[in-house]
């Protein structure tokens, strides 16, 4: 496997279910991200996390919560869920957090529906 | 304001044409912008990156910074049908380097 990966690929749960998402990162990066890509809306960025330790959240409800193990698994885990939640959720990775010079490189995403 | 505006599009032309993708911001501190390609059931991928003012050309693709007018361009030149995705600009913004995105102009290149 290279570059990020991101399981399952589409998930469908309701409301009241528990899941997660997984990502991981074959690049050797220390910095990785979880956006929201809404149709006709701007990427918005969930958390960041540089080194394992969260570094940015940016005011997502606690129904998402993120966990980062080690540098190149990342996963968000999901209970509750709304149905304006439903989106394609797209994990990625850079060299480092804060660097404007540093690409970031994304996963496929997770399309994720909430009934 | 933090802002960056994009026509959702989708924006449709004949294959061989120019075609020309545009995005204003309100205000950045920082003039480093991107473009992002985006194919349909992908993440986006970087495509380029310019600093400040004037034009940066990789092989068909040209990007463009007006900082007067706050305007960013793409232009591709001979479009191919692999052309065909939703085109996003990215700003920098603030101390910790976050990119702040449009939402993206899906480009249809017609063969």
């Known amino acids: 496997e290279t570059g990020v990966t991101q399981t399952p690929r589409h998930l469908v749960m309701g409301m009241t279910n528990k899941k997660s998402l997984k990502c991981e990162q074959h690049l050797g990066h220390n910095a990785m991200y979880w956006y929201k890509q809404s149709a006709k809306k701007p990427l918005e960025l969930m958390f960041v996390y540089s080194l394992e330790e969260r570094v940015e959240n940016n005011s997502v409800p606690s129904r998402f919560s993120p966990e980062c193990p080690n540098s190149s698994h990342l996963f968000l885990h999901l209970h509750t869920l709304q149905p304006e939640d439903s989106a394609l959720y797209l994990c990625?990775?850079?060299?480092?957090?804060?660097?404007?010079?540093?690409?970031?490189?994304f996963g496929p995403g997770t399309r994720l529906t909430v009934l | 304001q933090k802002e960056v505006e994009q026509d959702p599009g989708p924006l449709s032309v004949p294959e061989g044409a120019i075609v020309s993708l545009n995005c204003t911001y309100s205000?950045?501190?920082?003039?480093?912008f991107m473009w992002y390609r985006q194919y349909s059931r992908k993440g986006p991928e970087l495509l380029m990156y310019t600093y400040s003012s004037g034009n940066k050309e990789d092989g068909r693709f040209t990007a463009q910074v007006d900082k007067s007018s706050k305007y960013i361009s793409l232009f591709i030149r001979d479009s191919q049908p692999s052309d065909s995705a939703t085109y996003l600009c990215a700003r920098i913004e603030g101390s910790n380097y976050q990119l702040i995105w449009g939402a993206g102009t899906k480009l249809i290149i017609k063969p």
């Open positions: 205000n950045s501190a920082f003039q480093y």
């Open positions: 990625a990775s850079s060299p480092r957090q804060g660097r404007h010079t540093d690409t970031q490189y």
